[in-house]
């Protein structure tokens, strides 16, 4: 079995794809809700055999992948939701004005499919953001097409997976061409320039990203490419709430910038702190608690080692505290940094890049202009968190941070991602390439464009644009929203 | 007056841009709504010192300045409306569900303004797309700042347009910075690369807008660049359709193609006409009724004269007419060129490329093959229209012109674009290079970008997030949606 998809190879699943679009387009919501349902219950029942491969492949350990395989599905039951719900249509009908000046035709507007969508997989999620996470169910789900390219890290669950997901989508009556799948890099960078390829999703580092965005927009006929990049998920921690509780906000850190070795695209990799305030000490004593963990493969090893060297290496930083019992290249000791904020300010392209794994660099600050300056140095992140005393008055914060990340925390800690109507996960770049969230129902927004029908006759409309409503969707008429 | 604004003096505008944006975004909605109004009321006041300028700069004539003056107001007012309505905002509310697996924290979803936006005027709609027209009101409405890049084709008129606007903006109470102009080729390019502009609108050629979108893409963090660059706008006539209405089709043809000098994006620029019909005698004789207008400005005298040689040299491609009393390059004779469905499947590159200005190509094919044949070599555009005869079945077809166009007109031509709820003015690439629109409510939404506040206090909470609701804008509440 070749890990690599040939282009004749990759060509044929295009075009499968290409073929199964207007079926796919042209099948009922409810349709495909049951096609994603069906999806989630195949996974469920295969979680059994799946989750062993995932673990020789990646390392992770059980229960964290069993609880994986259990997000997958849920996000794919999410988008059945959403589907029979129809808001995600956005459906506006304005009936005709022959008064007007000039007269108005009757207008009626809905999201259709965009067509065959590329899914890039990441490593860190090999469930959830991979062959079957949300770029392929949030694509599914409003009628596209799928082709994943599968992640290298995780070849034989891509592919096992990807049976499942196959034999899934047939037995609920999908259209043959609604899922494939492809490996090797040569064809990953095919595919997104395949000319019938008309949007892709991606999730991973900044600089693999950044190489297909630009051969994205690059193409002839540019296509979006939504993709998650990277992020530091800048925390700040105010004096009052370091005062107040200085050993709990200590182990939720170290919780949170370790967990899953560090390689969640939320970790929290920044973290301002009042200057004197004892959290390092704090940081330091509750890092006992954490464990080295092997990290997913060796680029990642490779470049967490590069990132640490470089952080390590700059004259401001100290190293508070190292977890290094046991740790190896593979399995790299939880380690805490610190710096001062005239340090991150000075030189904020090595201060505060990414590093991705289980590291955080904490950033003294002295006052609010100090603290506001580091913020100000920052680029665009998923999350930013802020920890205050209760009743403390954040509001201004709030603003700063909202200005930086498409999540703003309020205590707690950014590494879960909640999967609901309202979630998202994006940012200014480089978190994201886009206005538009990967996670959450509003993902499917990526992957449909509007079409306006003027003056249609009845029979031509799809049930979304219907006079009657057949669908009972909320839509907005002659400017008034209309819920079902 | 210099026709090119300096660096510095570009940074400056663009300085107070960011400088309004915050003051921008924590304005109200009914505080944008007037400004919008304002600026309206303004520009209706100023139409009578404004018309004879843009009369002057582009040989259009009155009565059309005059509409267009109108239209642009609307629109101002329209952007007012979708404020107050406040489901731009997109507020989605998930309370927390602490006994989920894993426990869901509360999350609150609203969309925020992107950031300072940078407007390229068009130089065909002097006033609805260009100073203070669709893309400059969709970004205020939203709360951004907006820096124009004024078209030179009608640069007296922008400057006092940019006066009118800024002076009822500040009226109005808006903060200083919230708009600006600048002109020149270099202080373009130099805008859409300015670290602190967020995103872009443009509208005007392929060619110009290709070199923008790219320097776009190419920054250190690139910016969404939204941009309408060229449409053929497919017209497809049924042999029933023909065979019942020739002239009252040709005589509406010929209307829509020559309006304007035939320099709308939405003209209808190929037509697919049944081989054997009468219709090109037809056309021929509505064309009479057609007068010579001036183009617009050197640039699209080239363009036009370059691409009607290209076309015209083709073997295939044969005069039908043209309406040549009194033409020069300025003022050229509305031209109708045919071809054939083989030719133009044969050689699309030649044949289905824009020709800017007062020409049409009609394309006979024999049967539905070659008919889906041509609609099958043709690229995205901004709208595809279908005459067929009352009751025929034009379903197939209908699913066909959708997936090549934003909007798709039964009966009618498409050069007239009501502003409404439900607008669409966009398509596939080359059309405009995103999945949203320029005109309509919807446009909003280019300049807004998601925050999600994940257990926030209520003291920070925007008002659209509130419990209470206070300003009774649509909200989806635990995935329910609710109307106010």
Chains 1, 2 share one sequence.
């Not at 079995?1 to 004749?8: E, G, I, L, Q, R």
């Not at 065959?116 to 789900?141: E, H, I, Q």
Request: charged share 15%; proline share 8%; glycine share 10%.
């Amino acid at each position: 079995m070749s890990a690599t998809t040939t282009a004749p190879d990759l060509d044929q699943l295009v075009a499968a794809a290409s073929a199964a679009a207007p079926a796919m387009a042209r099948a009922t919501g409810e349709q495909r809700a049951r096609w994603l349902e069906a999806v989630a219950d195949a996974l469920d029942a295969a979680g059994g055999e799946l989750v062993p491969i995932a673990i020789a492949e990646t390392h992770m350990p059980e229960a964290r992948l069993t609880g994986e395989v259990a997000r997958t599905t849920g996000q794919l039951r999410l988008f059945a939701a959403v589907v029979r719900d129809g808001g995600y249509l956005e459906a506006i009908i304005d009936h005709a004005r022959p008064d007007a000046t000039p007269p108005q035709p009757e207008l009626r507007r809905v999201l259709v499919p965009i067509g065959p969508v590329a899914v890039y997989a990441a490593s860190n999620f090999p469930f959830a953001f991979s062959v079957a996470g949300g770029d392929t169910a949030s694509a599914l789900a409003v009628g596209c097409p799928v082709v994943v390219k599968a992640h290298p890290g995780h070849l034989e669950l891509s592919r096992r997976t990807a049976d499942v997901v196959r034999a899934a989508l047939a037995g609920a009556g999908a259209p043959d061409g609604a899922f494939g799948l492809v490996e090797g890099l040569e064809a990953g960078r095919d595919l997104v320039q395949h000319p019938a390829i008309k949007a892709a999703g991606f999730t991973g580092s900044l600089h693999g990203g950044r190489v297909l965005f630009d051969l994205a927009n690059g193409r002839p006929a540019p296509i979006p490419f939504y993709a998650e990049l990277g992020s530091v998920n800048p925390v700040v921690i105010t004096p009052a709430a370091a005062a107040a509780s200085a050993a709990q906000l200590a182990s939720g850190l170290v919780g949170s910038f370790t967990l899953g070795a560090g390689q969640f695209c939320t970790n929290p990799g920044v973290v301002l702190v009042p200057a004197g305030a004892g959290l390092e000490d704090a940081v330091a004593e509750a890092l006992g608690a954490a464990k080295p963990a092997p990290l997913l493969n060796g680029r990642i090893e490779e470049g967490f080692h590069a990132g640490l060297e470089a952080l390590t290496g700059h004259a401001s930083v100290e190293v508070i505290a190292r977890q290094g019992e046991g740790a190896t290249d593979e399995v790299p000791a939880p380690t805490v940094l610190a710096t001062t904020a005239a340090a991150v300010v000075a030189d904020p392209d090595t201060l505060l890049a990414e590093c991705f794994g289980p590291v955080t660099l904490l950033v003294r600050y002295a006052d609010e202009a100090e603290r506001d300056a580091v913020l100000g140095s920052l680029e665009g992140s998923l999350t930013a968190t802020v920890h205050a005393a209760p009743g403390e008055d954040v509001r201004a914060l709030a603003e700063t941070l909202s200005g930086l990340a498409g999540r703003v925390l309020f205590g707690g800690w950014p590494t879960g991602v909640a999967v609901t109507w309202s979630q998202h996960h994006g940012g200014p770049w480089p978190a994201t390439t886009s206005i538009h969230t990967s996670v959450g129902a509003t993902a499917a927004r990526r992957f449909q464009r509007p079409v306006v029908f003027q003056d249609a006759p009845a029979s031509v409309l799809p049930p979304a644009l219907q006079d009657d409503n057949p669908l009972g969707i909320p839509r907005r008429v002659d400017g008034t929203l209309v819920v079902g």
